[in-house]
């Protein structure tokens, strides 16, 4: 793959973890039918996703951007979706985690 390409598919499977996180939400604990499928398929084709980047990038690095901006975009989804406002806390948190991600992949160096 070329560099980029593993990034690109990364951006998928956080988008992919981040819609498994507003269904399973909407799933209302797996009692209502097309929720929780969709949950289902979202997760499975987040997880293939996150497998094809590691085939690139190390798996800690990988594993912790994909967390990363997942906790920071289901935030966003619940700003959104669910009008759940974060407090000065939760957005420091998530100003530390998106540095967090950057510096473990601009600045981080992992031997293979």
Excluded: H, R
Aim: hydrophobic share 55%; aromatic share 8%; with cysteine.
């Amino acid at each position: 793959m070329s560099n980029i390409l593993p990034y690109i598919i990364l951006v998928v499977a956080v988008a992919l973890g981040t819609a498994a996180n507003g269904f399973a939400k909407s799933a209302q604990g797996f009692t209502l039918l097309i929720p929780s499928l969709m949950t289902a398929i979202t997760i499975v084709g987040c997880m293939y996703t996150l497998s094809l980047v590691m085939k690139t990038i190390p798996v800690g690095v990988t594993y912790a951007s994909f967390a990363g901006l997942c906790i920071v975009a289901t935030i966003v989804i619940g700003i959104i979706k669910f009008n759940q406002m974060p407090d000065l806390y939760t957005i420091l948190g998530m100003v530390l985690i998106i540095s967090g991600v950057l510096i473990v992949n601009l600045l981080g160096k992992t031997s293979s």
